[in-house]
């Protein structure tokens, strides 16, 4: 086992170097998604986290500007570009298609290949199918590359497919697919099919029967793209698996594609390996998945995780070079693929309760502790980056047991601790960082954005309808649906998408556009961002939006006019309602949120800033975001481009440069 | 059915569902009819655009 993890150790960097770097430097850089400043005070306070304590003792900690809008794909790709949304493109988890109205994510997208051949039943494709990233502007992991700075690039979110610069390693995070091509998708097989499954996002009910103690099922997985489509046809792929049952012993015997394992009730298994066979015998599509035996009886109950793309055999690509994550697999074991691989989704829905969550939150997180503790012990020179999301993710889930004023609070006495323990989680890995990095290592831990609770949704479009800015077709108002149903576009002037996003029907851009630019859009900004401002909450008399943002007046960038018209930065405590962001029209303006996901950060950006605690002064009073990207560059000499609009906060007045100058 | 609607089958289909449904555990025939109905339905949502842009978003936790 030692000499293995010797040999993964020499591999880390082989090869990587294109020339000697500027100035060598070592730099390790935590990206912690959704670490809050005031969270991660108040636990330092409590003496909960002693590694952060000693950091910001001996080096500096203050809180990190945050992009508008305050979410994750906005701010990872500023960090990323050093550049604001005008100049990467992502303004939104959620963006929109202005010929068709319909929604997609922003992140990457999925080109079909463009030339198949049939042959009976079969489709052959003469090119690959490809996706590619939506995310514009240099990363500045391949500057660093030009200058022969090795990289390594693990999991940053916006990174799928990686770039694949030369001389960098990179493992794709947020925005990467399950093998369906989802954000996540996760099967429940049980003989009693909730009474909520209907309503399941993110995952799929299926109906089993217990005969004589076994259970016969399949995996469901991605169309088969050797198979010619026909209308109303399911090309969908299948894998079966059986469940034999014992239950004296509260426990069952797996059989997965070959494969044997037990699970007692209330166990997880390790990654399980799943085929699924497109053109037998020669080409089978694999997948990891984990299995979750949540009861035996009365009712059988198994949760199966979304279809992780296999990190030994991608089917799509998630590492460069395209052989690394099979590497990282040989030295670590199986891993989780999927961009946010926490399903939020199951324990929303009841598929999994609190500690269930907990359970798979852990697992996550040991596995990227597993991960990342490799990568350091082989980290000779240059850059490291690792992404951690735990933190985020029990965040967005756990709120509800820490908060009492919370609508859907629930008192648990181990989950109200839930995310001060993945603080400490996170403290035990910096900790290690700080034991191992030598003097020579800047170490840089930053967040994204902070964290606020999620109490009560704002139904936009419902509030633009009330005040005219939305006609419909049959007078009444939308049948609900989503997706704009039954909207007048020929007599409608805004609508909001994503979950800050409110676009103008803009004539010349979108399909059925009706206001003119010029005079008649700036006056209609004007109008909606006053009306905006002054939106109260009729229940409890508070503000709801404590900021708007306009793109072509506040950023910079040959992207300004691509996004949203305004950017709409809610009041601490209120977000997007559920139904907003895929154009529903509810019938309240302001509904209570009683969902899981009870805390959220899709605010005001001044309310939600990220963190930045380093080994060395912080030098700029109000850092961000952008001046974080030249700050690394900085530290390797490299200086940064003219688009970059940063400064670098670690430097003395002496080393604060121009952008674009070189030292 | 559930609202007191009928269907008509060929009495050899109604004896075979009838069979099936009680070998795969279901509770009725209603029950077993409505949801291969409902399968049967997905399989026709899933060629819709707007079904395809929803099965690609709503796994996102941001979204419901």
Request: charged content about 25%; overall charge negative; aromatic content about 10%.
């Given at each position: 086992?030692?000499?293995?993890?010797?040999?993964?150790?020499?591999?880390?960097?082989?090869?990587?170097?294109?020339?000697?770097?500027?100035?060598?430097?070592?730099?390790?850089?935590?990206?912690?998604?959704?670490?809050?400043?005031?969270?991660?005070?108040?636990?330092?306070?409590?003496?909960?986290?002693?590694?952060?304590?000693?950091?910001?003792?001996?080096?500096?900690?203050?809180?990190?500007?945050?992009?508008?809008?305050?979410?994750?794909?906005?701010?990872?790709?500023?960090?990323?570009?050093?550049?604001?949304?005008?100049?990467?493109?992502?303004?939104?988890?959620?963006?929109?298609?202005?010929?068709?109205?319909?929604?997609?994510?922003?992140?990457?997208?999925?080109?079909?290949?463009?030339?198949?051949?049939?042959?009976?039943?079969?489709?052959?494709?003469?090119?690959?199918?490809?996706?590619?990233?939506?995310?514009?502007?240099?990363?500045?992991?391949?500057?660093?590359?030009?200058?022969?700075?090795?990289?390594?690039?693990?999991?940053?979110?916006?990174?799928?497919?990686?770039?694949?610069?030369?001389?960098?390693?990179?493992?794709?995070?947020?925005?990467?697919?399950?093998l369906l091509g989802t954000p996540g998708t996760f099967s429940y097989y049980t003989d009693t099919i909730p009474g909520n499954a209907g309503e399941f996002t993110g995952g799929k009910a299926y109906r089993v029967s217990v005969t004589d103690d076994v259970v016969a099922a399949k995996l469901h997985?991605?169309?088969?793209?050797?198979?010619?489509?026909?209308?109303?046809?399911?090309?969908?792929?299948?894998?079966?698996?059986?469940?034999?049952?014992?239950?004296?012993?509260?426990?069952?015997?797996?059989?997965?594609?070959?494969?044997?394992?037990?699970?007692?009730?209330?166990?997880?298994?390790?990654?399980?390996?799943?085929?699924?066979?497109?053109?037998?015998?020669?080409?089978?599509?694999?997948?990891?998945?984990?299995?979750?035996?949540?009861?035996?009886?009365?009712?059988?109950?198994?949760?199966?995780?979304?279809?992780?793309?296999?990190?030994?055999?991608?089917?799509?690509?998630?590492?460069?070079?395209?052989?690394?994550?099979?590497?990282?697999?040989?030295?670590?074991?199986?891993?989780?693929?999927?961009?946010?691989?926490?399903?939020?989704?199951?324990?929303?829905?009841?598929?999994?309760?609190?500690?269930?969550?907990?359970?798979?939150?852990?697992?996550?997180?040991?596995?990227?502790?597993?991960?990342?503790?490799?990568?350091?012990?082989?980290?000779?020179?240059?850059?490291?980056?690792?992404?951690?999301?735990?933190?985020?993710?029990?965040?967005?889930?756990?709120?509800?047991?820490?908060?009492?004023?919370?609508?859907?609070?629930?008192?648990?006495?181990?989950?109200?601790?839930?995310?001060?323990?993945?603080?400490?989680?996170?403290?035990?890995?910096?900790?290690?960082?700080?034991?191992?990095?030598?003097?020579?290592?800047?170490?840089?831990?930053?967040?994204?954005?902070?964290?606020?609770?999620?109490?009560?949704?704002?139904?936009?479009?419902?509030?633009?309808?009330?005040?005219?800015?939305?006609?419909?077709?049959?007078?009444?108002?939308?049948?609900?649906?989503?997706?704009?149903?039954?909207?007048?576009?020929?007599?409608?002037?805004?609508?909001?998408?994503?979950?800050?996003?409110?676009?103008?029907?803009?004539?010349?851009?979108?399909?059925?556009?009706?206001?003119?630019?010029?005079?008649?859009?700036?006056?209609?900004?004007?109008?909606?961002?006053?009306?905006?401002?002054?939106?109260?909450?009729?229940?409890?008399?508070?503000?709801?939006?404590?900021?708007?943002?306009?793109?072509?007046?506040?950023?910079?960038?040959?992207?300004?006019?691509?996004?949203?018209?305004?950017?709409?930065?809610?009041?601490?405590?209120?977000?997007?309602?559920?139904?907003?962001?895929?154009?529903?029209?509810?019938?309240?303006?302001?509904?209570?949120?009683?969902?899981?996901?009870?805390?959220?950060?899709?605010?005001?950006?001044?309310?939600?800033?990220?963190?930045?605690?380093?080994?060395?002064?912080?030098?700029?009073?109000?850092?961000?975001?952008?001046?974080?990207?030249?700050?690394?560059?900085?530290?390797?000499?490299?200086?940064?481009?003219?688009?970059?609009?940063?400064?670098?906060?670690?430097?003395?007045?002496?080393?604060?440069?121009?952008?674009?100058?070189?030292? | 059915?559930?609202?007191?609607?009928?269907?008509k089958l060929e009495r050899e289909l109604y004896e075979s569902a009838k069979k099936h449904a009680e070998s795969a555990g279901y509770s009725s025939l209603d029950e077993f009819v409505a949801h291969a109905l409902e399968r049967e339905m997905a399989r026709f949502r899933e060629d819709d655009p707007?079904?395809?842009?929803?099965?690609?978003?709503?796994?996102?936790?941001?979204?419901?």
């Amino acid at each position: 086992m030692m000499r293995a993890a010797g040999v993964c150790a020499a591999l880390f960097f082989a090869g990587s170097l294109v020339a000697a770097p500027a100035r060598a430097e070592k730099v390790v850089v935590l990206g912690v998604d959704g670490l809050d400043p005031r969270l991660l005070q108040r636990f330092m306070r409590d003496g909960d986290l002693p590694n952060f304590s000693r950091l910001a003792a001996t080096g500096d900690f203050k809180e990190l500007r945050t992009a508008a809008a305050a979410q994750s794909p906005v701010a990872w790709s500023t960090f990323i570009t050093g550049m604001d949304p005008g100049g990467h493109g992502i303004y939104d988890f959620v963006h929109r298609d202005p010929q068709t109205m319909l929604p997609y994510l922003s992140m990457a997208r999925t080109v079909p290949p463009s030339r198949s051949l049939a042959v009976g039943p079969w489709n052959v494709p003469l090119s690959r199918a490809r996706v590619e990233s939506l995310r514009k502007g240099r990363a500045f992991w391949e500057i660093l590359a030009e200058r022969g700075v090795p990289t390594a690039i693990v999991r940053m979110p916006v990174n799928f497919p990686p770039i694949g610069a030369r001389g960098s390693r990179e493992l794709s995070g947020m925005g990467t697919p399950d093998l369906l091509g989802t954000p996540g998708t996760f099967s429940y097989y049980t003989d009693t099919i909730p009474g909520n499954a209907g309503e399941f996002t993110g995952g799929k009910a299926y109906r089993v029967s217990v005969t004589d103690d076994v259970v016969a099922a399949k995996l469901h997985g991605p169309e088969n793209p050797f198979r010619r489509k026909k209308k109303n046809t399911s090309l969908e792929l299948t894998a079966d698996f059986q469940v034999y049952l014992d239950r004296a012993n509260r426990a069952a015997l797996f059989v997965v594609g070959g494969r044997e394992f037990v699970l007692k009730e209330g166990e997880w298994s390790e990654w399980v390996e799943v085929e699924f066979k497109a053109l037998p015998p020669l080409v089978s599509l694999k997948a990891l998945a984990r299995f979750y035996l949540k009861g035996i009886s009365p009712d059988f109950k198994l949760y199966v995780s979304p279809l992780q793309i296999h990190p030994r055999d991608p089917v799509m690509p998630i590492s460069s070079p395209p052989d690394w994550s099979a590497e990282l697999c040989s030295c670590v074991g199986y891993f989780s693929t999927l961009g946010l691989p926490i399903d939020t989704k199951a324990f929303s829905h009841g598929v999994l309760d609190g500690r269930e969550f907990w359970d798979q939150l852990v697992l996550v997180d040991d596995e990227a502790r597993r991960l990342f503790r490799h990568l350091l012990r082989g980290h000779r020179d240059g850059l490291l980056f690792f992404y951690f999301g735990a933190v985020d993710q029990g965040s967005h889930m756990l709120w509800h047991y820490m908060d009492k004023e919370h609508p859907h609070y629930a008192p648990d006495d181990f989950l109200a601790g839930g995310i001060r323990k993945l603080y400490q989680r996170m403290d035990e890995v910096l900790g290690h960082l700080l034991d191992e990095a030598d003097r020579t290592t800047t170490i840089i831990v930053m967040s994204d954005h902070g964290f606020a609770p999620f109490y009560r949704g704002v139904n936009l479009n419902t509030w633009l309808s009330a005040q005219g800015y939305v006609s419909f077709l049959h007078g009444a108002g939308s049948s609900g649906q989503g997706f704009f149903a039954d909207v007048d576009w020929n007599r409608t002037r805004a609508y909001a998408v994503g979950l800050n996003g409110l676009y103008v029907n803009l004539k010349g851009r979108e399909k059925s556009g009706i206001v003119e630019t010029g005079a008649e859009y700036e006056r209609l900004l004007d109008e909606l961002e006053a009306k905006l401002l002054a939106m109260t909450d009729p229940a409890t008399g508070q503000r709801v939006v404590t900021q708007v943002t306009r793109p072509r007046r506040d950023f910079n960038g040959p992207y300004k006019e691509e996004g949203p018209d305004l950017i709409v930065g809610y009041a601490w405590g209120y977000r997007s309602s559920w139904e907003n962001p895929l154009g529903g029209f509810p019938k309240e303006i302001i509904t209570v949120n009683q969902d899981a996901w009870s805390g959220d950060h899709c605010i005001d950006s001044r309310l939600v800033p990220g963190v930045l605690l380093a080994n060395r002064k912080i030098t700029l009073p109000s850092p961000g975001l952008d001046d974080l990207t030249v700050t690394v560059l900085d530290e390797f000499g490299v200086s940064a481009p003219v688009e970059m609009r940063g400064r670098d906060c670690l430097a003395d007045g002496e080393r604060q440069l121009e952008p674009g100058r070189t030292r | 059915m559930m609202f007191g609607r009928s269907i008509k089958l060929e009495r050899e289909l109604y004896e075979s569902a009838k069979k099936h449904a009680e070998s795969a555990g279901y509770s009725s025939l209603d029950e077993f009819v409505a949801h291969a109905l409902e399968r049967e339905m997905a399989r026709f949502r899933e060629d819709d655009p707007e079904e395809q842009v929803r099965r690609r978003l709503h796994g996102l936790g941001y979204l419901s």
